[in-house]
């Protein structure tokens, strides 16, 4: 089965930066998207980023461009996700999520929904 681990959350004060990771096992093809999603108290869950694993496209929702990079390490089975500039509203557990798919628009997938998570890791952004 495929497992995630997402880590890497904690409390930060506006303007500082943190670094999430999301390790992935137990799938049974090379050709996947890993997204990252958040939810904040009373609120929906919503997209941040996304990656092709088959070609390394990326995908930032517009929260987040510019602020937030996610990258991966291949030969980890690791996907990370750099916070930077982080604002109060970025306050939410982050989850790491998985689908199997062969193309570049990770972000159609996210919209769609994913298939496997993680549990979440809890950022805090104090004002």
């Known amino acids: 089965d495929v497992q995630l681990q997402a880590s890497g959350g904690g409390l930060v004060q506006a303007g500082g930066s943190l670094r999430l990771s999301c390790a992935a096992s137990?799938?049974?093809?090379?050709?996947?998207?890993i997204g990252w999603f958040r939810q904040a108290p009373g609120k929906a869950r919503e997209g941040v980023s996304c990656i092709s694993r088959t070609d390394g496209s990326t995908y930032s929702f517009d929260a987040v461009k510019g602020r937030f990079t996610i990258s991966s390490a291949n030969a980890e089975n690791t996907v990370y996700l750099q916070m930077n500039s982080l604002k109060p509203e970025d306050t939410a557990v982050y989850y790491c999520?998985?689908?199997?798919?062969?193309?570049?628009?990770?972000?159609?997938?996210?919209?769609?929904?994913?298939?496997?998570w993680g549990k979440g890791t809890q950022v805090t952004v104090s004002s």
């Open positions: 999520a998985l689908s199997y798919y062969s193309g570049s628009n990770c972000r159609r997938v996210a919209l769609a929904g994913m298939d496997y």
């Open positions: 137990g799938f049974v093809s090379d050709d996947y998207a």
